[in-house]
């Protein structure tokens, strides 16, 4: 299974980005797929998670009202939507696939395959 993330890029505060996750190997719609980011000397920290059928999703308190993650199984691809960007939400972004199709988990060790992550640059 392999994932790949793209669509960061530099935006101003205020504005928005989409970032798309792919995934090749098996069927997307075999797994839970998570958002995670981290920041330069930060921990790697919870964005968001869809599970499999995209009838549920969980998200951190910090991109709550903001970010909205959707998917489609049919083109195995993962979104993450992400409005009134903050300088904070400065990061490099991964996606993750699940260990379980319903997981809503936080942790990081939940997930079993991680794309190469996509850098977000939030200017003041």
């Known amino acids: 299974v392999q994932l790949q993330a793209f669509g960061g890029g530099l935006v101003q505060a205020g504005g928005s980005l989409r970032l798309s996750c792919v995934i090749s190997g098996r069927p997307l719609s075999s797994y839970a797929m998570g958002w995670f980011r981290q920041a330069p000397g930060k921990e790697r920290e919870f964005v968001g998670v869809?599970?499999?059928?995209?009838?549920?999703?969980s998200y951190a308190d910090s991109v709550k009202g903001r970010f909205s993650i959707s998917r489609d199984n049919a083109k195995n691809t993962v979104y993450l939507q992400m409005n009134s960007l903050k300088p904070e939400d400065t990061a490099v972004y991964y996606c993750a696939a699940g260990s379980h199709p319903y997981t809503s988990s936080i942790r990081p060790s939940d997930y079993h395959y991680w794309g190469q992550g996509t850098p977000v640059t939030v200017s003041s």
């Open positions: 869809i599970v499999w059928s995209g009838t549920m999703t």
